[in-house]
């Protein structure tokens, strides 16, 4: 049975969503049969992974309020073992719709739960933000996953959402644990960057902390306009590289 993993920062701008489509991809890309699910209304993961979130007739959205079966939904192999649950602005009219929805935190979870055995990993790219979608995607997951940018305002997001993490796990979700900590956009050039990741290792020591560090890395950020995750995209430049390590540090853990 697939372990689902929630890749969530309540701030945005960290790399979150260039976590979920490149963890993803290198997931697959390493032989594990992987579902990508996009729960932001953005977009942006079902874009960066080349679907033309402009033309879809069914979406995350349909999942969450039009009773439809996320298996009529998945996209399957939008690369070789990877699928693609696609969002795009449609989702956005879904948190206030979902307000009047019985049992509305636990959507996600029932929907997850009829494809969960097919896939060896699950990933949920989480909206910025603690909203209605977050809480489903928090509560159908096993663990989180925190991509934490190397900048000066990093632990004050994280302690954010460490305190909403404990909000779902107390309400909702009791089997919730912290998948780990990834730090992104590193500039070995600074000592910010530096500083920012030993700070954050002293302040949270009993958090696990993954040892893979993704960089700042020009052809990852160019990546989601070619609609490719940077495993094909550009598969030897320092940032694919970086979130095979990653990948392997992910599935070492099952």
Request: proline share 5%.
């Amino acid at each position: 049975m697939g372990r689902v993993i929630a890749v969530a920062n309540q701030k945005g701008g960290v790399g979150k969503t260039t976590t979920a489509v490149n963890l993803s991809a290198c997931l697959a890309e390493a032989g594990q049969k992987t579902l990508i699910i996009d729960s932001d209304p953005q977009g942006n993961t079902t874009q960066g992974l080349g679907v033309d979130k402009t033309s879809l007739q069914h979406t995350t959205y349909d999942v969450f309020l039009q009773n439809r079966k996320i298996y009529d939904i998945i996209g399957e192999d939008v690369y070789p073992d990877l699928d693609l649950l696609p969002a795009n602005i449609d989702l956005a009219g879904a948190e206030i719709e979902l307000i009047q929805v019985p049992d509305n935190s636990y959507i996600l979870k029932k929907a997850i739960a009829e494809v969960k055995d097919q896939y060896d990993f699950i990933l949920i790219d989480c909206p910025p933000s603690l909203s209605l979608l977050t809480i489903n995607a928090l509560t159908a997951a096993d663990t989180v996953l925190v991509p934490l940018q190397c900048e000066f305002y990093a632990l004050e997001g994280l302690s954010q959402l460490m305190y909403t993490i404990r909000l779902i796990q107390n309400k909702l979700n009791p089997e919730l644990s912290i998948e780990g900590i990834v730090f992104t956009m590193y500039d070995a050039r600074t000592n910010l960057s530096l500083e920012v990741v030993e700070e954050v290792k002293n302040e949270l020591k009993d958090t696990n902390i993954y040892q893979t560090i993704i960089p700042r890395n020009v052809r990852l950020s160019e990546a989601p306009s070619y609609g490719q995750p940077i495993a094909v995209y550009d598969p030897n430049s320092k940032g694919a590289v970086a979130y095979r390590e990653l990948a392997r540090e992910v599935i070492a853990r099952r």
